[in-house]
């Protein structure tokens, strides 16, 4: 079982940045491939980003190309999305997800293990 805890959501202008963290709990935080989602009123959970469980590979979804970065830093259990040039369209609560067979998905259902979610806000 995984534990995953997100944080650094908030309040921002359009055209502002935030850097989202997910810690893990376990000793197992390293053979998981790890997703962002995210959710807006009224809309259904979509893809973000994910990253391979060393690092090697990430896959963003279009609307975030160029403007998002995953990493992650496996020593810490930790999970990041940097968020950049941020619109009013990305405003939505965002999860970090978890994959036990380590394989980078754009679907949630390739994910075993969710956060609770953290509110990310951009005023125009």
């Known amino acids: 079982q995984v534990q995953l805890v997100e944080s650094g959501g908030g309040l921002v202008q359009a055209g502002g940045s935030l850097r989202l963290s997910c810690v893990a709990s376990?000793?197992?935080?390293?053979?998981?491939?790890m997703g962002w989602f995210r959710q807006a009123p009224g809309k259904e959970r979509e893809f973000v980003a994910t990253?391979?469980?060393?690092?090697?590979?990430?896959y963003y979804a279009d609307s975030v190309k160029g403007r998002f970065t995953i990493s992650r830093d496996n020593p810490k259990n930790a999970l990041y999305l940097q968020m950049n040039s941020l619109k009013p369209e990305d405003t939505a609560v965002y999860y970090c997800a978890a994959a036990k067979d380590s394989r980078p998905a754009d679907y949630a259902s390739g994910y075993d293990y969710w956060g609770q979610g953290t509110q990310v806000t951009v005023s125009s």
């Open positions: 990253i391979s469980p060393i690092g090697a590979r990430t």
């Open positions: 376990g000793r197992t935080f390293s053979r998981y491939a």
